[in-house]
């Protein structure tokens, strides 16, 4: 099983960039968009998550259960769903703020106690790293998963809005970093993290850590790059024919990343390194027609195997 650990929450989109836009909600949150994506790939997925008894919990919980995630913590609990308040820009990108809940009414033990006993991946949620007292649970379930053979992976999703400490915040996120096996992030994650810094030095520094053996790097529309020791490789992204918003697009994007390591065989010790940059371009091809099909939606809604394999063999 894939696991996902981390936040979910409720989105509230506004129905276009005009200011005092009316706002819908949409089911979101950065692992629970990519648990979904993962499972709606083929992948046996879980989502390690509280969910909330109010009225949105129940909004959350549906296409969880349409995609076939497993939901790995059963009990609901009584804290309100968590919100972000969405705002897009001219060009549709969009940005966010939180009101926490219900994503941090956990403990270490019901965590450990819904973690599955076979982990073939283990993702760590964005969220993880930015309060000392969830992060130190957070951490406990990666060790877990890792000492189950899981290959851990993170999208580190910066949300400067929810940071109130940054020292401490980046001081948590470098443990999780080094925990990490194959590291995703954004343009925007790289210049808030090491401004001035090239990308190429970035990610060089990021596979210097004890366990990084991948870094996968999103450009926006010009696409992403993949980085190991020994290769790279840059992709395009996919254009659907008529556009939405990027609400997902990372996250399913790291979904199609996750599914073809899987499928290749490299989500084990030392499989990821062994990948070459020919393997790398493919692996962020597959990526990229994920997140351009959801692209081409409102608000998080990844594709299907049968939609990504129709643009493929197109």
Known sequence: MFVVGGESLIDLVPVS????????AHAGGSPFNCAIALSKLGNPTGFLCPISQDEYGDVLLAPLAEAGVSVLLEERVTAPTTKAIVSFNAKMQASYVF??????AFTRNGLLAGLPRQVELYQIGGFSPILEEDAVVWADVVDAAAERGATISIDINVRDKLIEDEAGYRARLSQFLDKAHLIKLSDEDHAWLEPGESVEDHAAELLARPNCELVVVTMGEEGSRAFSRTASAAAPIYRPAVFGDTVGAGDSLMAGILTWLGEAKALKPGGLATLDAAQLKTMLQFGAVVAGINCGRIG???PSRAEVDAVLSA
């Open 17 to 24: 960039a005009e200011p005092g836009a009316e706002r819908v």
């Open 99 to 104: 009101e926490r809940g219900a994503d941090r």
């Open 300 to 302: 998080c809604q990844p």
